[in-house]
C-alpha cells in the first residue's frame, strides 16, 4: 500500500502479520533488528514502522508481565498451600 502524499509504502496488514510472526518469541532488541531489516532500504513510511515497532514493544511486554504473573500466582498458592498443611489439626495416636 502506498500513502498518496508522500509516495511511501505503509506496512500494510499481511505484512504486519507476517512480520508477527517472525518476532513473536524474540526479545525486543531482536524483534527490531528484522524489522529493520525487512523494511531496509523499501521505501517505507517511517511512521507506520514505528507504530508496528510499538506494537511489538507492547505485546513483548504483556507477555513478560503475564510470565511474572504466573510465576507469582504459582508463588502464592505454594504459601497457602503450605499453610493450609501447617496448621491441620494434628491427629493423636490412641493406644
Known amino acids: 500500500m502506498e500513502q498518496s502524499a508522500t509516495g511511501q509504502k505503509i506496512l500494510d496488514?499481511?505484512?504486519?502479520?507476517?512480520l508477527g510472526v517472525k518476532v513473536l518469541n524474540?526479545?525486543?532488541?531482536q524483534a527490531e533488528v528484522l524489522i529493520d531489516e525487512y523494511v531496509?532500504?523499501?521505501?517505507?513510511?517511517?511512521?507506520?514502522?514505528?507504530?508496528?515497532k510499538d506494537q511489538v514493544a507492547t505485546q513483548i511486554h504483556i507477555r513478560e508481565k503475564?510470565?511474572?504473573?504466573l510465576v507469582?500466582?504459582?508463588e502464592i498458592v505454594k504459601l497457602i498451600a503450605?499453610?493450609?498443611m501447617?496448621?491441620?489439626p494434628k491427629t493423636i495416636n490412641r493406644s
Open 13 to 18: 496488514p499481511i505484512e504486519r502479520a507476517k
Open 26 to 29: 524474540l526479545p525486543y532488541s
Open 40 to 52: 531496509s532500504g523499501k521505501n517505507y513510511d517511517q511512521a507506520s514502522v514505528d507504530y508496528f
Open 66 to 69: 503475564g510470565a511474572e504473573l
Open 72 to 74: 507469582t500466582g504459582g
Open 82 to 84: 503450605r499453610s493450609f
Open 86 to 88: 501447617q496448621n491441620l
